[in-house]
């Protein structure tokens, strides 16, 4: 069965702060694909980045980061000098490769809280 | 579009109405996705369509959930009956080429009295 796991149910920094948003899934999979998105307040969910498992190149854009370790099962989210407009609610998913196995497997969440 | 869009945005439904709730995929994208998103948690999965053809419907919660899309662009969402547990945000997603991720519309919000 597929699983995505976020275990911070909300975090709260300091402007300027640098936090990290961890995520852990499971699979059978052997080839999958790993996401993050942003949902702010308005609610609309805003697309980061998405992650072949084949690659497990970090990526770095902007403030926003991301490590990906298949030895570990996770993919966390960095963000650098946070900023207020980064409080919102980060979903961790995982969707399968081929066929109709594309749903996006999402975890519950992780709300962060960007205090001034 | 430019982007995906649904109708209504907000729906009041008293329990036991049918509603039926829109999305309006970026034009050519062929996958199309409707999750549901209850207060405070995560999308859950309810179906996907590639193209006119319903691929996978083992999200759908019971049988009031019907969804289509029958020309390959537009799926509407009909509930039958519905009740106060169907209370939640429906979202919509649209794909090329069946990758689910990038294109998200910004959801019906039902709530059922």
């Known amino acids: ?116 | 579009g430019a982007g995906v869009s649904q109708s209504p945005r907000y729906k009041v439904a008293k329990r036991g109405q049918d509603v039926a709730l829109r999305c309006d995929p970026i034009s050519g994208h062929v996958s199309l996705f409707w999750y549901q998103q209850a207060l405070g948690q995560g999308p859950e999965f309810l179906t996907y369509f590639q193209n006119e053809a319903q691929l996978d419907k083992s999200g759908l919660p019971s049988d009031r959930f019907f969804a289509e899309r029958p020309e390959g662009s537009v799926s509407t969402l009909k509930i039958q009956r519905t009740q106060q547990e169907d209370s939640a945000v429906y979202l919509c997603a649209s794909s090329q080429g069946g990758l689910a991720g990038e294109h998200f519309g910004p959801g019906t919000r039902l709530t059922v009295l």
């Open chain 1, 1 to 116: 069965a597929q699983k995505v796991t976020q275990a911070q149910t909300e975090i709260s920094v300091v402007e300027k702060e640098d936090v990290t948003l961890d995520c852990v899934y499971e699979t059978r999979d052997t080839t999958y694909y790993l996401f993050w998105y942003k949902q702010p307040p308005s609610g609309e969910l805003v697309f980061l980045i998405r992650r072949n498992s084949f690659d497990e190149q970090n990526e770095i854009s902007g403030r926003y980061s991301w490590n990906f370790q298949k030895s570990t099962s996770s993919f966390n989210f960095t963000i650098t000098a946070s900023q207020v407009v980064d409080s919102a609610v980060y979903f961790c998913a995982l969707s399968g490769y081929a066929g109709n196995n594309r749903k996006l497997i999402w975890g519950l969440g992780t709300s962060l809280a960007v205090n001034p």
